[in-house]
């Protein structure tokens, strides 16, 4: 006996897929800005916590040097020993890469400072003073 049952192959119409399609678009749309906000804030959030471990670093090399690494010495003197510095025990930091912010550029550093005894600063995501929001300088002194 022979078995005339036709075997059909299933799959998707073009017009399934495109509703498919429409609804992913429609959620990403909606789910996409909020997600870009959350991680707009959390590069603000790890400046701010990279700004606050750079602090203790230069402290914990105020305490052993007896000042602050000048404007000119920066922040490499945390990792690199200064010519001037005898009683350097560093390196204060463990990482090199935290010297830049997370938006890539040198996070700035004086000393003296003018609103404290350092200025330690970054200026955000458009590197330019002032702003709002991920834009907004985010600083030692507040």
């Not at 052993?64 to 510095?85: C, F, H, K, M, W």
């Amino acid at each position: 006996m022979i078995n005339h049952n036709k075997s059909r192959q299933r799959g998707f119409t073009l017009l399934e897929i495109l509703v498919v399609l429409v609804i992913l678009g429609l959620l990403a749309g909606l789910v996409g800005p909020r997600v870009l906000k959350h991680l707009d804030s959390s590069k603000t959030k790890t400046a701010m916590l990279q700004i606050q471990e750079l602090g203790a670093a230069l402290d914990l090399y105020r305490l052993e040097v007896g000042s602050y690494p000048n404007t000119e010495q920066g922040l490499d003197a945390l990792i690199n020993r200064p010519e001037a510095a005898n009683s350097w025990n560093g390196p204060y930091l463990k990482k090199k890469v935290i010297r830049m912010d997370p938006w890539g550029q040198h996070y700035h550093y004086k000393f003296p400072g003018e609103f404290g005894e350092y200025d330690l600063f970054s200026l955000g995501a458009d590197n330019h003073e002032g702003g709002e929001g991920e834009k907004a300088d985010i600083v030692s002194w507040k």
